[in-house]
């Protein structure tokens, strides 16, 4: 109202001036005309119109004011309707319209940047903090939009949705403790399959609301609330995050937990969390990003804040668990799972540091590539371990039968399992030295081959028969010399390593025939089972018969020990077999044919000449069969 009155004043006060304005000019206009019939008075009518034509010019002047103080009172109008304007929108909230009211709240801008300029309006102070108060009012609701958007559309990831964006060799299968057919296949072909294992980021937030959620961050950013944007996104987004990964299975465990534990259970937990890390790296970590970035696209600095905050407890309960393992008790069979995590964070390194690459994340690249390490190093300590307990290994387990002891095929499986590691063992390697990774490999399983033979040669004294004793080095060795042939360590340790140890169980098979058959076991005299005096002079009737008795006797002896005994490699049974027969057999044919006659022609022949030919090769078939006295005599 009083803008209207002070207009009215000013048109009327210009009305007057134009009046008067009118009037002076018609005064000049006459005096002009008289003055030109007196030239020669000129100067003097000069000097006294000069007042006159000053005061025009005042008036001119003052006519120019005016019209620049309508303006600028039309445009001080112009202001306050554009207030009351926005000031209804802004009352209507932004849910309904939100670009209308992101323009009520340009509009108030431009409100305050104007009155800012032309502080020397009057009540302009008061003007501008009406206007404040309102856009701070604008802006709050803003957040609560913000919020109330981010809240609506932020859900917990059912484990169901993260495992269909996963490979199909990573996918569970219906059978517990599997994942997709990854069961079916070895661990290098596994891992040759993850190299190239497509992964679908998961939607977390529906991609038509990120531009809405995009332009509020940034209205809210522009106002200054930049802290208070970044406390609601992270409370928001965090909790969900880590909600997802509890849907999913993870928990945090500790040093105690896992030292607690029991083995199978642990090995369990140890596979889930691979698992967990691969999905919460290349899916939601990834999707997060994917939100974070387009949602403060532009707002660099904060954008790196806000996705490092909202990762930072869900990255620390997952690594906490690794370093859990890292540092718990170290014992052979957790080899394989620490090579296993390892392998998985080498394998997340390169979008670990993509994802994590920002400075506000800098904590988090250094807790990863610190479990990698220690991961490493653990394992590398349980190297040695192995070693050294193979060879101080003194297991009681009695062997009986002289087969291959649980030892020797513990240690060539485990061998063969760290073949199956190769890659990632000569990666484990360069964590610590530039050396040759083969090499070192090499030497390393050349050590445990070496300590097992060590210990195996310690339980062998355990025999009292020292037949057996170089039946059960025969069977270790070459039951060691057969898996590393058929097995990638051949290659490594060499086909010299192989040719050694191959003449190794040879001699032990030489050794067995010498200590074994050396007496009693053929009756063709000179002390020996194979040797004697065949063709020599004649011996007497009752020698014979106490030769053949003799003889008897101790085969008896033998096929009862040794039929109990076991040779498991069937190629190495029959060569054995074959070796006894090629000269058991020859001597008691040629024995039995100078000498049998002698004893068929007395009394009761059958008494001493018990075996033809025949039934010795027959018995001889059932040497290092592992069968009890029982089984023969039925």
Not at 9 to 25: C, M, N
Not at 158 to 166: A, G, K
Request: with cysteine; charged share 25%; net charge neutral.
């Amino acid at each position: 109202m009083g803008v209207q009155q002070a207009m009215e004043a000013l048109s009327e006060r210009a009305s007057s001036i134009r009046e008067s304005l009118q009037k002076s000019e018609t005064i000049t206009d006459n005096m002009v005309s008289i003055l030109g019939s007196f030239d020669h008075r000129l100067s003097a009518l000069e000097t006294a119109m000069r007042p006159t034509q000053i005061r025009t010019h005042s008036i001119r002047r003052a006519h120019e004011n005016i019209d620049k103080t309508l303006k600028a009172a039309e445009v001080i109008l112009g202001k306050f309707d554009l207030t009351r304007k926005a000031e209804a929108k802004i009352l209507r909230g932004p849910h309904e319209d939100l670009e209308s009211y992101l323009e009520a709240i340009n509009q108030l801008r431009s409100v305050v940047r104007f009155f800012s300029s032309n502080k020397s309006f009057k009540s302009s102070g008061g003007i501008l903090n009406q206007t404040n108060t309102l856009l701070a009012k604008a802006i709050s609701k803003l957040e609560d939009e913000f919020r109330q958007l981010l809240t609506n559309y932020s859900k917990p990831v059912e484990p169901d949705r993260l495992f269909d964006c996963l490979p199909n060799s990573l996918r569970p299968s219906s059978e517990p403790g599997h994942q997709g057919d990854a069961s079916s296949k070895s661990h290098a072909e596994h891992q040759k399959c993850l190299a190239t294992a497509v992964y679908k980021t998961p939607t977390l937030i529906p991609p038509r609301v990120l531009p809405l959620l995009h332009e509020l961050a940034q209205q809210m950013v522009q106002a200054g609330n930049q802290q208070q944007l970044f406390r609601t996104y992270r409370d928001t987004r965090a909790p969900v995050l880590e909600q997802s990964l509890r849907k999913l299975g993870v928990e945090r465990l500790t040093k105690d937990d896992v030292q607690k534990m029991q083995w199978e259970a642990l090995e369990a937990k140890i596979g889930n969390w691979i698992h967990y890390m691969r999905i919460a790296v290349k899916l939601l970590f990834t999707g997060e990003k994917k939100v974070c970035d387009q949602i403060f696209d532009g707002m660099d600095s904060l954008r790196d804040q806000c996705f490092a905050d909202v990762t930072a407890n869900s990255v620390s309960v997952l690594l906490s668990f690794g370093e859990a393992i890292a540092k718990s008790k170290r014992s052979p069979e957790k080899l394989f799972v620490l090579l296993d995590m390892y392998e998985i964070m080498r394998e997340l390194q390169p979008e670990i540091g993509t994802l994590f690459g920002s400075n506000h994340c800098i904590e988090t690249r250094e807790s990863a590539l610190s479990l990698t390490k220690r991961l490493a190093q653990t394992a590398q300590e349980t190297f040695g371990d192995f070693e050294e307990a193979v060879e101080k290994d003194a297991t009681k387990t009695a062997v009986l039968d002289g087969t291959v002891h649980p030892l020797t095929s513990y240690v060539i499986n485990y061998v063969k399992f760290l073949f199956d590691y190769q890659s990632t063992l000569k990666q484990l390697f360069q964590e610590f030295n530039d050396a040759d990774s083969e090499a070192q490999l090499a030497s390393l399983t050349s050590r445990i081959m070496l300590a097992l033979q060590n210990n195996l040669d310690g339980k062998s004294k355990q025999y009292k028969d020292p037949a057996l004793t170089q039946l059960f080095l025969m069977n270790n060795i070459h039951y060691i010399v057969r898996s590393v042939r058929r097995s990638e360590a051949k290659d490594l340790l060499g086909d010299d390593w192989v040719q050694i140890q191959r003449r190794i169980v040879q001699q032990h098979a030489n050794q067995y025939k010498r200590v074994s058959w050396a007496k009693g076991s053929s009756p063709s005299g000179g002390g020996g089972p194979v040797g004697g005096d065949v063709g020599g002079g004649g011996l007497s009737r009752a020698v014979v018969k106490d030769r053949f008795k003799t003889f008897n006797t101790q085969f008896e002896e033998l096929h009862q020990r040794q039929s109990q005994w076991t040779v498991p490699d069937s190629e190495l049974r029959e060569s054995l077999r074959l070796a006894v027969a090629e000269v058991l057999l020859p001597a008691f044919r040629s024995f039995l044919r100078r000498y049998g006659p002698m004893i068929e022609n007395g009394k009761n022949p059958q008494k001493y000449i018990r075996f033809t030919p025949e039934d010795l090769e027959r018995m001889l078939g059932e040497f290092f069969e592992s069968k009890t006295w029982n089984e023969q005599k039925r």
